[in-house]
């Protein structure tokens, strides 16, 4: 079981370019969310899924694009990369949408986004 | 609007000394509350939860967790620090209910150093 796996570790894009975070989970949550982690600001959730073809905006979505095709696989894209994306952003999966006890979210170990 | 508050951005303590970092939440009703933990470079790690039930939640690591209804608090405690505690701290609160069902939203952090 590898849990959550993102790639890559680390990146650099130039202002303009697009790329692509992977996220994957083998544990087939339904759940799955992506958050960006700034200094001083905890994280801050971009972007979530229920399930596959379904989702849905965070608090910061503005610049990044979501699609889940897929239980395992919900990859964030960067359209058009600006200096303000520079963060970590990490990818979580959770086991239940419902109400009940299994809400603990699994992070995968994160993908280190510089843009100059 | 959902919000979860550390008041403490840095916490110095000595090996050996105990521990407490303080969070409180806003929320309409009693969320789901979390303790992750975060060593430099390194993703997220759950410490504890609380759901419901005994108000005094153990952890990994030797952590513990106390909820207080009526000061919306969930503050995390350790009897003794060790040096490799040294790490930066996030509490979270998930709603129970409703159309956020699944997110997360956390607090800033507090970096807690260890002195030998």
């Known amino acids: 079981n590898a849990g959550v796996t993102q790639t890559p570790k680390f990146q650099v894009l130039k202002t303009g370019q697009s790329m692509t975070l992977q996220c994957a989970q083998d544990?087939?949550?339904?759940?799955m969310s992506w958050y960006r982690q700034d200094p001083g600001m905890g994280l801050r959730l971009i972007h979530y899924?229920?399930?596959?073809?379904?989702?849905d905006q965070g608090e910061v979505p503005n610049g990044y694009n979501v699609s889940r095709s897929t239980t395992e696989d919900f990859p964030l894209r960067l359209l058009s990369a600006a200096p303000s994306q520079t963060s970590v952003y990490f990818c979580?999966?959770?086991?239940?949408?419902?109400?009940?006890?299994?809400?603990?979210?699994?992070f995968g170990p994160g993908t280190r986004l510089t843009v100059t | 609007a959902q919000s979860v508050t550390q008041p403490d951005i840095h916490i110095t303590v000595s090996e050996g000394a105990s521990l407490e970092l303080r969070c409180n939440y806003s929320?309409?009703?009693?969320?789901?509350l979390f303790w992750y933990v975060q060593s430099p470079g390194q993703g997220l790690q759950l410490l504890l939860k609380?759901?419901?039930?005994?108000?005094l939640v153990q952890g990994i690591k030797g952590f513990e967790a106390e909820f207080k209804r009526s000061q919306s608090s969930f503050n995390l405690r350790k009897p003794s620090v060790h040096w490799s505690d040294a790490a930066e701290y996030f509490c979270?609160?998930?709603?129970?209910?409703?159309?956020?069902?699944?997110?997360?939203?956390f607090g800033r952090g507090t970096q807690l150093t260890v002195w030998p």
């Open positions: 979580a999966s959770r086991v239940n949408r419902g109400v009940g006890l299994s809400d603990e979210q699994y």
């Open positions: 544990m087939n949550h339904e759940y």
């Open positions: 899924s229920v399930g596959a073809g379904i989702t």
């Open positions: 929320y309409g009703a009693t969320p789901y």
């Open positions: 609380y759901f419901s039930g005994d108000t």
């Open positions: 979270a609160a998930g709603p129970r209910r409703g159309s956020t069902l699944g997110r997360l939203y």
